[in-house]
């Protein structure tokens, strides 16, 4: 992996990205047969971001991929209240338990590990291959990326319906250029993985019952209000971050 890294960025984020999803739309129908929800994709996701820290911390990468504090001060990021609030999003309805405990603690560990693996692959592997040519191309182009990359959930077998799944598509796409932009200008990945890994454990507590379409839309209609407003901020007040 080191060699390829040397050689060509792109190429060794692309390889990155390919793994993991192969490694999720497999783990899926395993899933099924052991019959534990999240059982081998937990194990997998476990392996895989223990891979990527590994190699990030071996080959002293951990500035370069923003595993570090940030330098600007947490009053210009508007103490994270924004990031807060998405990163409960899920509570919105009320709690619930949706799984048994076997179950709950394998979704929580998978959804931790999503939360660092896709923040490190998508915007920081893949961010910086591209922004070498055009910042500007590459935040469009991650976002974008991020946001469709939902759709698998149709194909591998993760039982997501169409309509939960556009809202995981547009809702993903929104919240993945704020991403960027944090990253970009704040110079730390660690608020993305953070609220990256909040929004998908709570995602196990959250409560369905009543969550009517009309209600779901209305509250995705208020988080991506805070997510362009908050992108927005960032973006004129911070100073340009470097690749």
């Known amino acids: 992996m080191k060699k390829l890294y040397e050689i060509n960025e792109l190429l060794f984020a692309i390889v990155w990205m390919v793994i993991y999803c192969v490694l999720q739309s497999l783990a899926n129908p395993l899933n099924e047969v052991i019959g534990t929800p999240y059982f081998v994709s937990a194990i997998l996701s476990v392996l895989q971001a223990a891979f990527l820290f590994a190699f990030i911390w071996k080959n002293d990468l951990q500035k370069r991929y923003g595993l570090c504090k940030s330098p600007i001060s947490a009053s210009r990021f508007l103490f994270y209240i924004p990031l807060i609030i998405l990163g409960t999003r899920n509570f919105r309805n009320g709690t619930a338990f949706n799984f048994n405990l076997a179950g709950t603690v394998c979704y929580i560990a998978f959804m931790l590990c999503v939360g660092f693996v896709e923040e490190v ?123």
């Open 121 to 243: 692959i998508f915007r920081r592997f893949l961010f910086n291959a591209i922004a070498k040519d055009n910042v500007k191309t590459a935040l469009v182009i991650l976002s974008v990326i991020f946001g469709s990359g939902h759709l698998l959930n149709l194909a591998n077998g993760s039982g997501a319906g169409l309509t939960e799944n556009l809202f995981q598509v547009t809702g993903a796409i929104a919240i993945g250029f704020l991403f960027v932009i944090l990253y970009y200008r704040g110079g730390s990945l660690l608020p993305c993985i953070i609220t990256h890994s909040a929004i998908n454990v709570t995602s196990v507590f959250g409560n369905e019952t009543g969550l009517t379409v009309e209600k779901r839309v209305i509250f995705q209609l208020v988080l991506f209000i805070i997510t362009v407003v908050y992108t927005f901020i960032l973006t004129k007040t911070f100073p340009k971050g470097k690749v």
